[in-house]
């Protein structure tokens, strides 16, 4: 916490400058509009109290702490453009319905779990974005794990839910700290009730047709896509000349940002696999490959050569490729075998 400055020998107690809502070293400081609003508001506010205040010097103190962590957080805002978002998934800024109960992925300082306004960077957010309506999975709650299935994605806000202070009736405190919405949209569907003897054999099946899928399905290769990554953007010549969100980078706006792809050929100079991912801001195509061949494939200590590079022009995204071929023999992760994968390859 920090203390406001004080002339030598004032005896008063100076209050103590509560921090901000915590932000990993690092991370961007995303904002919605309206949070960005807010920050400037609080900021607005502030600057009334100071000269309300102007004849008392600790409190005088105490504001200009507080407003020095404020403008560094509407310094540092990142206001998200949602209307380039894709509507059918998740992401930064979405009202997300699952399970009954509706959240919003928000800034740090927008944060308010009462109201349903979740940060972006709490787990339960993670675990949402990059969702579509009917996908289940689970997350981890203190108690252990939740399946979730998602039942509404909206970029608008949606009628029932409500933000003000005055109208919190749409989230209510459940036994055992969940909270759940008492009010459902149009598009989502009343769960019926089912006996204990239901639920118990549906569990049973779940669990048998969970162990199944494990051993009868192979490692597979699953490109890394994380919509709220800031991704380098280049010229031609591979110079960076900016940076933007991967959402905005794949909907359409063809700016140019770079990408690496990696042939894994055997002794008999077959292609066994292939792989791609996305050039890391900051990082050069050669670390990113290393770094990457090492997480995903566990491939340390080798050295991939340097083939050629490209431009990759699709409907929706416009990528320089810079392509490497490894020989191994390493039995590494299957690739996917769908069409769209393999088409990422064509000119390679």
């Not at 921090?19 to 400037?40: D, F, H, I, Q, S």
């Not at 927008?110 to 709490?122: H, L, P």
Request: with cysteine; glycine share 6%; net charge neutral.
């Amino acid at each position: 916490m920090s203390r406001g400055f004080i002339k030598e020998g004032d005896q008063e107690e100076i209050p103590m400058v509560p921090p901000r809502a915590y932000l990993p070293k690092g991370m961007p400081n995303y904002v919605t509009r309206e949070g960005l609003e807010a920050l400037n508001k609080e900021r607005e506010d502030l600057e009334n109290e100071r000269v309300a205040s102007s004849g008392n010097y600790i409190m005088s103190n105490f504001i200009d702490a507080k407003m020095k962590l404020l403008i560094e957080r509407i310094n540092t805002a990142v206001e998200v453009d949602m209307t380039k978002a894709n509507r059918e998934i998740v992401s930064f800024g979405a009202w997300v319905q699952y399970n009954g109960r509706t959240v919003r992925i928000v800034g740090v300082d927008e944060a308010d779990f009462s109201k349903g306004m979740i940060a972006f960077i709490s787990p339960v957010a993670k675990s949402l974005v990059g969702k579509k309506v009917g996908d289940k999975f689970e997350i981890k709650v203190p108690k252990g794990t939740e399946t979730v299935e998602i039942q509404g994605i909206w970029y608008e806000c949606p009628p029932s839910f409500r933000r003000d202070d005055n109208n919190l009736s749409s989230f209510r405190q459940e036994p055992g700290g969940v909270e759940k919405s008492s009010t459902h949209f149009a598009q989502s569907k009343e769960i019926p009730r089912k006996s204990k003897a239901e639920i118990e054999n549906n569990v049973s099946s779940a669990k048998a047709e969970r162990s199944v899928e494990i051993t009868d399905i192979p490692s597979v290769f699953i490109p890394e896509e994380d919509i709220m990554e800031f991704l380098p953007v280049v010229n031609e010549r591979g110079l960076i000349v900016g940076r933007a969100l991967h959402m905005e980078l794949h909907q359409g706006n063809k700016i140019l940002h770079p990408s690496v792809h990696l042939h894994v050929i055997n002794n008999k100079g077959e292609v066994t696999r292939r792989y791609w991912w996305h050039m890391s801001f900051g990082e050069t195509p050669e670390k990113t490959l290393k770094r990457k061949m090492s997480e995903t494939l566990g491939l340390t200590g080798v050295k991939p050569k340097f083939k050629k590079q490209y431009i990759r022009e699709t409907n929706s995204e416009k990528e320089l490729v810079y392509v490497y071929l490894l020989h191994s023999e390493e039995e590494l992760l299957k690739m996917p075998e769908e069409k769209d994968y393999l088409n990422v390859f064509a000119r390679d």
